[in-house]
């Protein structure tokens, strides 16, 4: 957001950079890491759900897979990345780990930001639904915490006000 210009979230290009020390390979197996966490927590989100382990076990390592790599898929596009941390953190939250889930709202906010909403309102459903709101309230703060650590690093590494930028440019580009 300082030097070269996209319109992708921050944690899409730090993770490819990241994994791109691997070389080509490393790319690869960030793709397949990304994959795994969207089927796993399908997985879990089915066992919690009460699907059988075979009835979870496809909808999580066969369907799920399908649904994610479909026609608009391609390599580095943050779209199962924000798929897959949504899925984790509703999965991390029924399973009794909302400041883990909370976590990872947090770095979906520097991921995909437009599947931030829906995350927030699987949660929050959940959490009145189970009447659980100091659940909710160690969600909240796990986020905040995470969300101001990364724009933290953002602002130290001069990319804050860019990714902002990017955010409004979005919106105008959403309208258009």
């Known amino acids: 957001y300082r030097d070269v210009w ?3 979230d921050p944690v899409i290009f730090y993770s490819i950079a990241i994994f791109r020390t691997g070389g080509v ?4 197996i960030l793709e397949l890491l990304w994959i795994l966490i969207t ?3 399908a997985y879990v989100l089915g066992r919690t759900f009460l699907l059988s382990k075979t009835a979870a076990l496809a909808v999580g390592f066969v369907l799920t897979p399908l ?3 479909g026609l608009p898929y391609f390599m580095g596009s943050s ?3 924000g798929v897959a941390l949504t899925l984790a953190a509703a999965a991390l939250y029924l399973k009794r ?3 883990t889930a909370g976590i990872l709202l947090g770095v979906l906010l520097f991921t995909k930001l437009v599947m931030f909403p829906l995350a927030i309102a699987i949660i929050v459903t959940a959490a009145l639904v189970g009447r659980s709101m100091s659940k909710l309230w160690r ?5 905040s915490v ?3 650590a990364l724009a933290l690093i953002m602002m130290l590494r001069g990319e804050l006000s860019g990714f902002i930028s990017t955010q409004l440019d979005n919106i105008l580009y959403s309208q258009s």
């Open 6 to 8: 996209d319109n992708k």
């Open 25 to 28: 390979i490393g790319a690869w």
């Open 39 to 41: 089927a796993t927590s």
């Open 67 to 69: 649904i994610v790599l």
């Open 79 to 81: 779209h199962v990345p």
């Open 97 to 99: 780990c909302p400041a």
């Open 139 to 143: 969600v909240l703060l796990a986020t």
């Open 146 to 148: 995470t969300a101001a």
